[in-house]
């Protein structure tokens, strides 16, 4: 008798009248899609019954008519391009900043202690309130949108490398001091695995806060990018234009975080929490 003949005589029957179980709907992306279909119609009504004038808040379907008119100009890829080249690069050197201080400051507890206080002073500081000092130093060009990305981003990532490698298992250290591991071996096999899933959660937040802040330095300060064209079509009168520049930013933002989301899953596959949401 072969293995398949096997398999087909253990299988166990399916019962006559029982029907099999039927597949569940995707209801976290069905109710989704519904609150976006509800905010919209929302949206639609307020201003065509006169809650608010519509030329303060004109309808959905007139944002997005303008909206899709966008994705067909030049000039609206070049913002959007020049927004995502700020963001890029400000948020890759808070990343490197933040890594690089974060193991050296978060392995020594001398270092710890010296700079708490420091690190507690600036940490609350906004970072909208250095845009005076932005333009004192940069003008209204890209760095100085570069300057607010990256004092705001760096603190997303350094405060969650420095619990992640205050995090590492004193037995293991001290197993891989036993075993001969030198300093570097030690961070790259004990510390940097334990502190990998904190410093991913770090860039995700820091990915989503370096976009505001490259809009915000855009709309106020008036560099190259989306914000300026936001305030750009506010003062135009071009209100339609405005929100459809708005919901492009929210767009971008939302890409972004699908994007974080998936690189944090494929990096942290091995680890506990991504594994137990994969499952749920």
């Known amino acids: 008798m072969t293995q398949e003949a ?23 992306q069905l109710l989704g899609i519904a609150g976006i279909i509800g905010f919209l119609l929302l949206w639609e009504l307020v201003p065509r019954v006169g809650i608010v004038e519509p030329r303060f808040l004109p309808p959905a379907s007139e944002v997005i008519a303008a909206l899709i008119t966008d994705f067909g100009l030049t000039a609206f ?20 900043l933040a890594v690089v201080l974060g193991f050296i400051i978060g392995s020594s507890m001398f270092l710890r202690k010296f700079t708490n206080s420091t690190v507690e002073f600036l940490r609350p500081i906004p970072s909208v309130a250095l845009i005076p000092l932005a333009v004192l130093l940069f003008g209204v060009k890209i760095e100085s949108t570069l ?97 459809a520049l708005v919901l492009a930013t929210g767009l971008i933002g939302v890409v972004i975080n699908l ?21 749920v």
């Open 259 to 279: 994007v974080m989301r998936f690189i944090e899953r494929k990096t942290l596959s091995w680890h506990s929490s991504i594994r137990s949401e994969v499952i």
């Open 77 to 96: 890829w070049v913002a959007v391009g020049e927004t995502m080249l700020a963001w890029a690069i400000g948020l890759v050197m808070a990343i490197v």
């Open 6 to 28: 096997v398999t087909a005589n253990t299988a166990a029957p399916i019962p006559r009248g029982r029907k099999q179980p039927a597949k569940k709907l995707p209801s976290k």
């Open 147 to 243: 300057m607010l990305v990256v004092y705001a981003s760096f603190w997303q990532v350094f405060i969650q490398v420095l619990y992640g490698v205050a995090d590492v298992d004193n037995v293991a250290m001290q197993t891989a001091k036993s075993y001969g591991l030198g300093a570097m071996a030690r961070v790259r096999h004990v510390v940097f695995p334990t502190a990998l899933p904190y410093l991913m959660t770090g860039i995700r937040l820091a990915a989503s806060v370096a976009l505001i802040l490259a809009i915000t330095a855009e709309l106020v300060i008036g560099s190259p990018g989306l914000g300026r064209e936001i305030a750009l079509a506010q003062s135009g009168g071009a209100i339609s234009g405005m929100y």
